[in-house]
C-alpha cells in the first residue's frame, strides 16, 4: 500500500505536505473523526483527496459551493481520477446516470450539495455503496452562530448511519469556539482531533488606504513584476478597471461569472502563467485556485465581513514571502456602505413580503409549487411589487440559505424561442401579414421541433433574410412574447429560481426566528467590517485574530497601524520593544525585523556590543540574563 507522500507525488508532484496536512490524513486512515479549522490556501482538498485515494471505498465531499465542486470534479479528472458531481439542478434522468457511474463505474469521489443530499433516492444509493470517507467542507454552515447557516448541514449525520464506522473529516476557514462546538454536536463526531490553525497569516500585511482617489491610489500600490488579484463588487467594474488599469502600462485581465468557461479558462491559464499580471474579479474568483506568488490582494470595494475578507485576503502570499492585503476606500465608501448594507437589511415583516411576492409573480397557489422552476427578470419583479432592488436581494439571499428557494445566475448566449400557438393559427396570422408574420414564417420554415422545445433563433439571419433592421427584429420577438404568441429568451444574463418548498404560510412562521437570528448576525458583521476600517491604535492581525477567538497578542509589526506606531518611535522605545520581545523567547532577526518597520540591525549591533543580548549557533537572539 502507497504511503500519503507517495500518493501526494504521484498525482500531485509535491514531494512534502504543508502542516497539518499529513496529521490530519493519518488521523483518518486512523479511523478518527477530525475537525480541520484551516484558512484559505492551507490545501484542504489535497487532505481529503490524497485520504481518499488511500482508503478502499468511496470518499462522499458536501459542499454548498457548486463552483468549487465542479473545479474540484475537473482537477480530479485531469489527474486520471473519476469524480462526479451531483449538483442541485440536475434532473433525476441525469442525477440516476450519475449515481450508477458512482456505485458501478469505479468512481473515487462523488461530490454533492447539502441540498441534494436530502432526496430520499440519493439517500437510497448511497447507503448501497462503499463510503470510506465523510468530508464536509465550509463546516461552518452546521451552525446557526456561522456566517453561512444551512438547515440541511444539520441532517448530513444520516449518511453516516448506513456505515457507522466510517471517518468523518469536517472542513472551514474560519470557526469561532461555540461554531467549532456546533459542528462536533450536530455532525455527531466521536471524540473528534481538532485542528486549529490561525486565520492571520504572519507574511500578509494587512493595511487600510483612505484616499479620495481610489483608483490611483490602486495604480501606485500595483507593481508590474508582481501578481496581484483585485477584487470589486460589480461584474460591470472588473472590465472597467482592467481596461483603466492597462492604460497605465499594466497587464491586466478580468474575471466573472457572466463570461463564458472559454474566455474564463482564456484568463485564468494566462493569469496562472504571468503572462497577465492583475486580475480584476469579483470575490468568487480564487476559490481552488492555488498560485503560490500572488504579492497584494486589493478590495476596492467594502467586504461585507470579515470572515469573507481573510479568506479573499488570504490568497496573497501562499509561498510564505512578504505580501499585501489592501482595503482602499473614500468617504462615499462609509456613506454607500451605510445606506446600502447596514440600513439596507432587510427586517422579517419585509422578507415575508417577498416570500409572498415570488409565489404570486408565477401564480402558485396555497400548497403547491415545489420544485416549480422558471427564469425570472429581478429588476421587473421589483417593480411590479414595488420593492428595493437591494433590500429585495439581501431578503431573497436569506430565502436561500433557509433552503425555500433556489437561484442560479447563469448566462444565455445564444436567443431561444418556443411557438405556443396551434400551427393552424400560425397560418392565419401568416396569411394576414400580421406584426411580425416574418419572424413566424422564418420559424416554420427553419426550425422543425420549435412547437415542442425551446430552440436556439439567429435573429441575424431574420433580418436579413427579410432585409428588416435587426432592431426591428427584436421589437418583434418582443411584441410576440407579450402576446403568448411565441416564448421568447434574449441572449444576456438568466436568473433562474426554483422553488424548494410549496406556497404555505405556516412554513414561513416556522423559519421566522432563525430568520430573525440570521439578521442580527449580519448587523453584527457588518459593524466589524466597520471597526476592521476605521480601527487606528490595534494591530490588524491582532484585531482580527481576536475577531476569531483566538489567544494572538503579538503585534505583526508589518499593517499599516503598526507601521504608524514603529514610525514614531524613539531610539529608547524601540530597543525596549527589542528587549520585550526577547524575553519571551529566542527569535531569529527575520522574527524579529517582522515587528518592526524600519531596519533594526543597528540596534541589535549595539545591544551585543553593550552586551545586553547575544546571538546562539542557530542564529537566533536571546536576551542575556542579569546575575
Known amino acids: 500500500m502507497p504511503t500519503p507522500i507517495q500518493i501526494l507525488q504521484q498525482y500531485w508532484g509535491y514531494d512534502r505536505f504543508r502542516q497539518p496536512q499529513e496529521q490530519i490524513i493519518n488521523d483518518i486512515l486512523s479511523g478518527n473523526d477530525v475537525i480541520g479549522i484551516l484558512p484559505t490556501g492551507s490545501g484542504k482538498s489535497v487532505i481529503y483527496q490524497v485520504a481518499g485515494l488511500l482508503l478502499n471505498g468511496i470518499t462522499v465531499v458536501i459542499s454548498p459551493l457548486i463552483a468549487l465542486i465542479e473545479d474540484q470534479v475537473a482537477g480530479l479528472n485531469r489527474r486520471g481520477i473519476k469524480a462526479v458531481a451531483l449538483t442541485g439542478f440536475l434532473n433525476f434522468q441525469e442525477l440516476e446516470r450519475l449515481l450508477n457511474n458512482v456505485q458501478f463505474g469505479n468512481t473515487k469521489f462523488v461530490f454533492l450539495s447539502p441540498e441534494r443530499l436530502q432526496n430520499e433516492y440519493v439517500q437510497k444509493r448511497l447507503a448501497q455503496m462503499p463510503i470510506s470517507l465523510i468530508t464536509v467542507d465550509e463546516a461552518h454552515c452546521i451552525s446557526e452562530w456561522g456566517h453561512d447557516f444551512r438547515p440541511s448541514y444539520t441532517k448530513i449525520y444520516m449518511l453516516r448511519k448506513p456505515v457507522p464506522d466510517t471517518p468523518v473529516l469536517a472542513l472551514t476557514a474560519t470557526a469561532k469556539k461555540n461554531v467549532i462546538k456546533d459542528i462536533e454536536t450536530y455532525l455527531e463526531l466521536r471524540q473528534p482531533k481538532i485542528y486549529k490553525t490561525s486565520v492571520v497569516r504572519s507574511n500578509i500585511a494587512y493595511k487600510i488606504d483612505h484616499s479620495p482617489q481610489k483608483i490611483n491610489s490602486l495604480i501606485n500600490h500595483l507593481k508590474k513584476d508582481q501578481t496581484a488579484v483585485v477584487y470589486v463588487k460589480t461584474r460591470k467594474k472588473t472590465y472597467q478597471y482592467a481596461q483603466y488599469v492597462a492604460q497605465h502600462g499594466f497587464k491586466t485581465a478580468y474575471f466573472h461569472g457572466g463570461m463564458s468557461f472559454e474566455d474564463k479558462q482564456n484568463a485564468l491559464i494566462d493569469w496562472l502563467q504571468n503572462k497577465t499580471r492583475v486580475m480584476?474579479?469579483?470575490?468568487?474568483?480564487?476559490?481552488?485556485?492555488?498560485?503560490?506568488?500572488?504579492?497584494?490582494?486589493?478590495?476596492?470595494?467594502?467586504?461585507?465581513?470579515?470572515?469573507?475578507?481573510?479568506?479573499?485576503?488570504?490568497?496573497?502570499?501562499?509561498?510564505?514571502?512578504?505580501?499585501?492585503?489592501?482595503?482602499?476606500?473614500?468617504?462615499?465608501?462609509?456613506?454607500?456602505?451605510?445606506?446600502?448594507?447596514?440600513?439596507?437589511?432587510?427586517?422579517?415583516?419585509?422578507?415575508?413580503?417577498?416570500?409572498?411576492?415570488?409565489?404570486?409573480?408565477?401564480?402558485?397557489?396555497?400548497?403547491?409549487?415545489?420544485?416549480?422552476?422558471?427564469?425570472?427578470?429581478?429588476?421587473?419583479?421589483?417593480?411590479?411589487?414595488?420593492?428595493?432592488?437591494?433590500?429585495?436581494?439581501?431578503?431573497?439571499?436569506?430565502?436561500?440559505?433557509?433552503?425555500?428557494?433556489?437561484?442560479?445566475q447563469t448566462r444565455r448566449y445564444i436567443p431561444t424561442a418556443k411557438i405556443l400557438v396551434s400551427p393552424h393559427d400560425i397560418r392565419s396570422y401568416i396569411k394576414n401579414k400580421?406584426?411580425?408574420?416574418?419572424?413566424?414564417?422564418?420559424?416554420?420554415?427553419?426550425?422543425?421541433?420549435?412547437?415542442?422545445?425551446?430552440?436556439?433563433?439567429?435573429?441575424?439571419?431574420?433580418?436579413?433574410?427579410?432585409?428588416?433592421?435587426?432592431?426591428?427584429?427584436?421589437?418583434?420577438?418582443?411584441?410576440?412574447?407579450?402576446?403568448?404568441?411565441?416564448?421568447?429568451?434574449?441572449?444576456?444574463?438568466?436568473?433562474?429560481?426554483?422553488?424548494?418548498?410549496?406556497?404555505?404560510?405556516?412554513?414561513?412562521?416556522?423559519?421566522?426566528?432563525?430568520?430573525?437570528?440570521?439578521?442580527?448576525?449580519?448587523?453584527?458583521?457588518?459593524?466589524?467590517?466597520?471597526?476592521?476600517?476605521?480601527?487606528?491604535?490595534?494591530?490588524?492581525?491582532?484585531?482580527?485574530?481576536?475577531?476569531?477567538?483566538?489567544?494572538?497578542?503579538?503585534?505583526?509589526?508589518?499593517?499599516?497601524?503598526?507601521?504608524?506606531?514603529?514610525?514614531?518611535?524613539?531610539?529608547?522605545?524601540?530597543?525596549?520593544?527589542?528587549?520585550?520581545?526577547?524575553?519571551?523567547?529566542?527569535?531569529?532577526?527575520?522574527?524579529?525585523?517582522?515587528?518592526?518597520?524600519?531596519?533594526?540591525?543597528?540596534?541589535?549591533?549595539?545591544?551585543?556590543?553593550?552586551?545586553?543580548?547575544?546571538?546562539?549557533?542557530?542564529?537566533?537572539?536571546?536576551?542575556?540574563?542579569?546575575?
Not at 436 to 449: A, E, H, K, N, P
Not at 531 to 538: F, L, S
Request: aromatic share 14%.
Open 280 to 408: 480584476f474579479a469579483t470575490t468568487a474568483f480564487g476559490m481552488g485556485i492555488d498560485k503560490p506568488d500572488v504579492r497584494q490582494v486589493l478590495h476596492m470595494d467594502l467586504p461585507s465581513s470579515l470572515e469573507n475578507y481573510v479568506q479573499e485576503s488570504g490568497r496573497a502570499g501562499r509561498d510564505g514571502k512578504l505580501s499585501e492585503a489592501i482595503i482602499l476606500i473614500d468617504d462615499d465608501d462609509f456613506k454607500y456602505f451605510e445606506q446600502n448594507y447596514l440600513q439596507l437589511i432587510p427586517d422579517t415583516d419585509f422578507i415575508y413580503k417577498v416570500y409572498k411576492s415570488l409565489y404570486n409573480h408565477f401564480y402558485i397557489p396555497e400548497f403547491e409549487g415545489k420544485d416549480f422552476e422558471a427564469d425570472m427578470n429581478f429588476v421587473e419583479f421589483c417593480k411590479r411589487f414595488n420593492l428595493n432592488l437591494m433590500q429585495t436581494l439581501n431578503a431573497i439571499q436569506i430565502l436561500e440559505a433557509e433552503e425555500i428557494i433556489k437561484t442560479k
Open 434 to 627: 400580421r406584426v411580425g408574420y416574418q419572424i413566424l414564417d422564418f420559424f416554420v420554415r427553419s426550425y422543425t421541433d420549435i412547437f415542442y422545445l425551446d430552440t436556439k433563433i439567429n435573429p441575424k439571419k431574420i433580418a436579413a433574410k427579410y432585409d428588416l433592421p435587426l432592431e426591428q427584429v427584436y421589437q418583434w420577438l418582443k411584441e410576440l412574447d407579450q402576446k403568448n404568441s411565441i416564448a421568447y429568451q434574449p441572449a444576456g444574463d438568466v436568473f433562474i429560481i426554483r422553488f424548494l418548498e410549496s406556497h404555505d404560510e405556516n412554513l414561513f412562521l416556522y423559519h421566522r426566528k432563525r430568520i430573525e437570528k440570521r439578521l442580527e448576525l449580519k448587523r453584527t458583521q457588518l459593524k466589524a467590517v466597520l471597526a476592521y476600517i476605521t480601527n487606528k491604535t490595534k494591530c490588524r492581525s491582532v484585531f482580527l485574530a481576536e475577531y476569531f477567538d483566538e489567544e494572538h497578542t503579538k503585534d505583526c509589526g508589518i499593517c499599516d497601524v503598526c507601521q504608524a506606531q514603529n514610525n514614531q518611535m524613539t531610539d529608547k522605545d524601540i530597543i525596549q520593544k527589542i528587549r520585550l520581545l526577547l524575553q519571551k523567547q529566542a527569535l531569529s532577526k527575520y522574527d524579529l525585523q517582522k515587528a518592526f518597520s524600519i531596519d533594526i540591525s543597528p540596534y541589535l549591533d549595539k545591544l551585543i556590543e553593550n552586551g545586553q543580548i547575544y546571538i546562539s549557533t542557530d542564529f537566533k537572539y536571546h536576551l542575556k540574563k542579569i546575575g
